[in-house]
């Protein structure tokens, strides 16, 4: 859609969407430099008076063309010459209208600094209110504590007369531990409680590996497990298929006899 190229290694996105333009144009288009001036060297579109592949010459060609546009800047204005004084007062106006107001200006500030420097003569009971009142707050306070105090108390003597408890029952029931145990092998102690045929940590840790590697069959217990027989079980997978091998003979025997019985 830029550069009029129909054949590149890839597509990208452009201004118009996705895989709309060419391998080339879409890198400039990310860096935000894809300009009208920009035009890969295998373009059919590529002038070499008008356009550039290099991103640098297209800078230098938009200046070009951007201070051909510009009209010449326009003259600045003469800046007003002010005097060098505390307060600034430009030329030419009349300097006793401004000194009489700073005057008045002066004495407004005097009057307010004697105002600020003589108290009031009820400055303590302004800021900190009067000791009566507060002290009248620290005796109400005192007697509400003095209230709820004497509450307490009497409905923790209600209490223990209405209960004839022992020590031991008035004391709070320890929470009910669920023990965990592995679907397959019982056991509640494991490093890791991993994924099995019934669902996330449903197996501990030595029977979810033997699940992932598809290797948990019936005949197979870790060492710790409680439910492990050594006659029944093994913790080698070798061992295990050997006995799954002489089950899977010892039933077809079996089967056979009674065929033929």
Not at 76 to 82: D, G, L
Not at 148 to 158: C, G, M, N, V
Request: net charge positive; proline share 8%.
């Amino acid at each position: 859609m830029h550069c009029g190229t129909t054949e590149t290694p890839q597509w990208r996105t452009g201004p118009m969407g996705r895989k709309t333009v060419c391998n080339a144009c879409g890198v400039q288009y990310k860096h935000g430099r894809l300009y009208p001036d920009y035009r890969p060297l295998k373009s059919p579109t590529f002038d070499p008076s008008l356009h550039s592949n290099l991103p640098k010459k297209v800078q230098m060609m938009r200046m070009g063309n951007v201070s051909e546009r510009v009209p010449h800047p326009t003259p600045k204005p003469k800046k007003v010459q002010w005097i060098k004084t505390g307060n600034n007062i430009p030329i030419g106006q009349n300097l006793t209208s401004e000194l009489k107001k700073l005057e008045t200006r002066m004495g407004k500030n005097s009057e307010m600094g004697q105002n600020l420097t003589s108290e009031p003569e009820n400055f303590d009971g302004m800021c900190f209110g009067n000791k009566n009142e507060r002290d009248q707050n620290r005796a109400h306070r005192a007697k509400k504590f003095e209230r709820r105090e004497k509450a307490s108390d009497l409905i923790q003597l209600d209490c223990r007369e209405n209960q004839n408890f022992d020590s031991e029952v008035i004391l709070k029931p320890k929470t009910m531990e669920v023990v965990k145990k592995c679907l397959h092998c019982e056991s509640t102690k494991t490093p890791q409680w991993r994924e099995g045929p019934m669902g996330r940590y449903t197996l501990c840790n030595a029977c979810g590996v033997q699940y992932r590697a598809g290797r948990l069959y019936p005949e197979y217990r870790p060492l710790k497990s409680p439910t492990y027989d050594p006659c029944l079980h093994s913790h080698l997978p070798k061992k295990v298929l050997q006995m799954r091998m002489n089950n899977a003979e010892n039933n077809a025997t079996s089967g056979n006899r009674e065929e033929q019985a």
